[in-house]
């Protein structure tokens, strides 16, 4: 019973390469959040994906940041060319598809481990 | 804008008291209210939901719900230092969950 898995939990780039972060959701859940956080601070969301979908990207910025969740395989964040302001734990959640308590999607979010992403 | 608000404290609090987190939102719409727990260095922790206004209480945890008031608060019972931690307030709005920027709690043995 696999929890929501990233990868990898640390990742250092120098400025100007490409970061790629990895998220597998839970067995049986098809949506995906990421979200970033720095120290002493808050969840700041930035994009919700279904299979194949994008439903929301609202929270990420519009150049050099990317996701996908394809119909086989894990969903990616994808950061080109870092900057130094991009050094964040990016976190990634799942859920199950509605809920039962009040028939709406978005509940109870399960967390993975977070990959803490470095810019030299 | 839909927003969450938290006291972002520190809220030192002394062992075996009785702690209490606050919480106020925007959303009226909103129907389901969470508290998560997020250790330094780690990933946040659903310890709560709740649905409607009242208590709902789970071991040493109690949350609360007001929805006339657009308010849900978290009571820890017997606190220990094991729950030092920043406690976060998410609201569901339509599809979205809306977080907090947390409450960090310490709890002094």
């Known amino acids: 019973n696999a929890g929501v898995m990233q990868n990898p939990r640390h990742l250092v780039r120098r400025r100007g390469q490409e970061a790629r972060l990895r998220c597998s959701p839970m067995k049986g859940h098809s949506h995906v959040y990421w979200y970033r956080q720095l120290p002493e601070e808050g969840l700041k969301f930035m994009v919700y994906?279904?299979?194949?979908?994008?439903?929301?990207e609202s929270g990420m910025p519009k150049e050099r940041f990317s996701a996908e969740f394809p119909k086989e395989g894990p969903s990616i964040l994808r950061i080109q060319q870092v900057v130094r302001g991009d050094s964040a734990a990016y976190f990634c959640?799942?859920?199950?598809?509605?809920?039962?308590?009040?028939?709406?999607?978005?509940?109870?979010?399960?967390f993975g481990s977070g990959t803490q992403l470095s810019v030299l | 804008q839909k927003e969450v608000e938290q006291n972002s404290g520190p809220l030192s609090v002394p062992e075996g008291a009785i702690a209490s987190l606050n919480c106020t939102y925007s959303d009226r719409g909103s129907q389901s209210f969470f508290w998560y727990r997020q250790y330094s260095g780690k990933s946040p922790e659903l310890i709560m939901s709740?649905?409607s206004n009242g208590d709902k209480e789970d071991g040493r945890f109690t949350a609360q719900l007001n929805k006339a008031s657009q308010y849900v608060s978290l009571l820890i019972r017997d606190s220990q230092p094991s729950d030092s931690a920043t406690y976060l307030c998410?609201?569901?709005?339509?599809?979205?969950?809306?977080w907090g920027a947390g409450t960090k709690l310490i709890i002094k043995p």
């Open positions: 998410a609201v569901n709005s339509n599809y979205q969950l809306i």
């Open positions: 709740i649905y």
């Open positions: 959640a799942s859920s199950p598809t509605v809920s039962s308590v009040t028939g709406t999607t978005n509940e109870k979010l399960f």
């Open positions: 994906l279904q299979k194949e979908n994008i439903i929301d």
